[in-house]
């Protein structure tokens, strides 16, 4: 099972040095007995290169620079992020990150896979499930539908909507006119 399930995350990953995937995506997170609460926002990527909105801001990584634009205060923040920011705002580099961190299962059920990440040390995080389906029956390009991290007593949920590949190359840089620029790098 290991191997196919390798092939499948390399795949994935693959797919995503090749082709720009652009999706909207909501995020919801439970805290249990209460009411979960829901995010809304659209993602874009190429590789690790991205472009991010959610929670009033922009966010854009070019490969070297992190741009944070704040919409409500008109601030664009430049930075040279650490590489546990990238994963914070870019959950399928995240995936790939834990692959190496954690041991990995994986199943498939009416063409959904099923790939699940428990850490192999001790961390605030329990286990993490992405969810992929293959694009074209019996493909082997797949596309994430769910990504889901279990924390104790909470669980956060990012699904994926309207989940597109393109050949279209993209600038992953903010330009903001008549932003504020805070260059931390």
Same mark, same amino acid.
């Given at each position: 099972?290991?191997?196919?399930?390798?092939?499948?995350?390399?795949?994935?990953?693959?797919?995503?040095?090749?082709?720009?995937?652009?999706?909207?995506?909501?995020?919801?997170?439970?805290?249990?007995?209460?009411?979960?609460?829901?995010?809304?926002?659209?993602?874009?990527?190429?590789?690790?290169?991205?472009?991010?909105?959610?929670?009033?801001?922009?966010?854009?990584?070019?490969?070297?620079?992190?741009?944070?634009?704040?919409?409500? +205060?008109? #601030?664009? $923040?430049? =930075? @040279?992020?650490?590489?546990?920011?990238?994963?914070?705002?870019? !959950?399928?580099?995240?995936?790939?990150?834990?692959?190496? +961190?954690? #041991?990995? $299962?994986? =199943? @498939?059920?009416?063409?959904?896979?099923?790939?699940?990440?428990? !850490?192999?040390?001790?961390?605030?995080?329990?286990?993490?499930?992405?969810?992929?389906?293959?694009? @074209?029956?019996?493909?082997?390009?797949?596309?994430?539908?769910?990504?889901?991290?279990?924390?104790?007593?909470?669980?956060?949920?990012?699904?994926?909507?309207?989940?597109?590949?393109?050949?279209?190359?993209?600038?992953?840089?903010?330009?903001?006119?008549?932003?504020?620029?805070?260059?931390?790098?």
């Amino acid at each position: 099972m290991k191997l196919i399930l390798l092939s499948i995350l390399q795949a994935l990953f693959a797919l995503l040095g090749q082709k720009t995937m652009s999706t909207d995506f909501t995020i919801t997170v439970q805290q249990q007995a209460s009411q979960p609460i829901s995010y809304t926002g659209k993602m874009t990527m190429h590789g690790e290169q991205f472009t991010l909105e959610a929670f009033g801001t922009q966010a854009a990584y070019d490969g070297n620079t992190l741009y944070m634009y704040n919409i409500d +205060a008109n #601030e664009l $923040t430049l =930075s @040279t992020p650490a590489q546990e920011e990238l994963y914070q705002a870019n !959950p399928l580099l995240f995936a790939k990150a834990m692959n190496e +961190a954690c #041991e990995v $299962t994986e =199943s @498939t059920a009416n063409g959904l896979t099923t790939i699940v990440f428990v !850490p192999k040390e001790a961390v605030g995080i329990d286990k993490i499930t992405l969810k992929v389906k293959p694009l @074209t029956t019996g493909g082997k390009d797949y596309a994430p539908t769910t990504i889901t991290v279990k924390e104790g007593a909470q669980t956060t949920t990012v699904l994926f909507r309207n989940l597109r590949y393109s050949d279209e190359l993209r600038e992953y840089i903010l330009k903001p006119e008549g932003a504020f620029i805070n260059d931390i790098r």
